[in-house]
C-alpha cells in the first residue's frame, strides 16, 4: 500500500497564498500518478491538479493559472502551491495517488487538510 500525509493547511485571506504538501511512503514514488482533489461544505469531491511522468501536469480549469503541482523525488513529495485564493478555494483538499489512474483509478487517498479563504 501507499501512505498518504498531506500538510500546510490553514486559514488565510483572500489574494494570499499557501502551499500544500503530501508525503508518499510504502511504494516507489517516481511510479506514482498523484493528484489533489478537494471537497467544499456540503459539496462533493472535486478534482483540482494531477502530476506524472515527473513533471506532466494537468489542472482543472478553475485553478489554471493560480495553482501548481509539483514534486520533489528526492523527499517523496508533491506539492500544491496556490495562489491568488478565493473563498470558493475553501475546502478540505486531499491528496491521492496511484499507478495507471487512468485505468484504475486513485488507490490510495490521505486523510486531507483543511483550507479556509476568509477575511
Known amino acids: 500500500q501507499v501512505h498518504l500525509v498531506e500538510s500546510g493547511g490553514g486559514l488565510v485571506q483572500p489574494g494570499g497564498s499557501l502551499r500544500l504538501s503530501c508525503v508518499a511512503s510504502g511504494r516507489t514514488f517516481s511510479r506514482l500518478d498523484m493528484a489533489w482533489w478537494r471537497q467544499a461544505p456540503g459539496k462533493g469531491r472535486e478534482f483540482v491538479a494531477l502530476?506524472?511522468?515527473?513533471?506532466?501536469?494537468y489542472y482543472t480549469e478553475s485553478v489554471k493559472g493560480r495553482f501548481t503541482i509539483s514534486r520533489d523525488s528526492a523527499k517523496n513529495t508533491v506539492y500544491l502551491q496556490m495562489d491568488g485564493l478565493k473563498p470558493e478555494d475553501t475546502a478540505v483538499y486531499f491528496c491521492a495517488a496511484g499507478e495507471n489512474t487512468k485505468d484504475r483509478g486513485y488507490e490510495f487517498w490521505g486523510q486531507g487538510t483543511q483550507v479556509t479563504v476568509s477575511s
Open positions: 502530476n506524472w511522468d515527473e513533471s506532466k501536469t
